[in-house]
Antibody, heavy 118, light 109 residues
Framework: EVQLVQSGADVKKPGESLRISCKGSGYTFSSYWISWVRQMPGKGLEWMGKINPGDSYTHYSPSFQGHVTFSADKSISTAYLQWSSLKASDTALYYC???????????WGQGATVTVSS | QSALTQPPSASGSPGQSVTISCTGTISDIGGYKYVSWYQQHPGKAPKLMIYEVTKRPSGVPDRFSGSKSGNTASLTVSGLQAEDEADYYCSSYAGSNNVFGAGTKVTVL
């Protein structure tokens, strides 16, 4: 079965760092891009950007450029979304989704909740 | 990057059809064939319903269909069923970025 499994919920304080993960299985991980999608509480979906696990090429949405970092370790079929200094406004549900260069979303992770509060 | 424009809500009775529009620009919907539609039930991850404007992934009922004219894409759900009640989001490739619509809540009356 093709699936993406994300790490669990995290609670952090403003200014702290965080890395969440997305592990693929059932397919050749390096052959598909991984997109990251944010959903703030009660709001819609926002595309954050994507990474190619095969060569770690990344592209960030202008709205998220400079605030988050994507990485991947193809040897363990895992992609990561990282913050170096969290803000309260980063509180949201974060999804990873499999895709190609132009589109995405044939497979989704279950979502990872990040709560940032002092 | 501006979000694509969707109506906030749509509704229909069981068995009826509902069509959701998604309006963008020549820089996104009008310029590419990569329009997707996702269904999201409360508390669940999104599910791909339509990709490349008109294609259905395996397992998606043929009651769901997509189309595009100019800068506007549409999702039609025919023969509405209770389980179709959900939020629906459109997305388009926009030249290195992808962009979502704000979502449409479909209610089955």
């Amino acid at each position: 079965e093709v699936q993406l499994v994300q790490s669990g919920a995290d609670v952090k304080k403003p200014g702290e760092s965080l890395r969440i993960s997305c592990k693929g299985s059932g397919y050749t991980f390096s052959s598909y891009w991984i997109s990251w999608v944010r959903q703030m509480p009660g709001k819609g979906l926002e595309w954050m950007g994507k990474i190619n696990p095969g060569d770690s090429y990344t592209h960030y949405s202008p709205s998220f450029q400079g605030h988050v970092t994507f990485s991947a370790d193809k040897s363990i079929s895992t992609a990561y979304l990282q913050w170096s200094s969290l803000k309260a406004s980063d509180t949201a549900l974060y999804y990873c989704a499999r895709g190609k260069f132009y589109d995405f979303g044939d497979v989704w992770g279950q979502g990872a909740t990040v709560t940032v509060s002092s | 990057q501006s979000a694509l424009t969707q109506p906030p809500s749509a509704s229909g009775s069981p068995g009826q059809s509902v069509t959701i529009s998604c309006t963008g620009t020549i820089s996104d919907i009008g310029g590419y064939k990569y329009v997707s539609w996702y269904q999201q039930h409360p508390g669940k991850a999104p599910k791909l319903m339509i990709y490349e404007v008109t294609k259905r992934p395996s397992g998606v009922p043929d009651r769901f269909s997509g189309s595009k004219s100019g800068n506007t894409a549409s999702l039609t759900v025919s023969g509405l069923q209770a389980e179709d009640e959900a939020d629906y989001y459109c997305s388009s490739y926009a030249g290195s970025n992808n962009v979502f619509g704000a979502g449409t809540k479909v209610t089955v009356l």
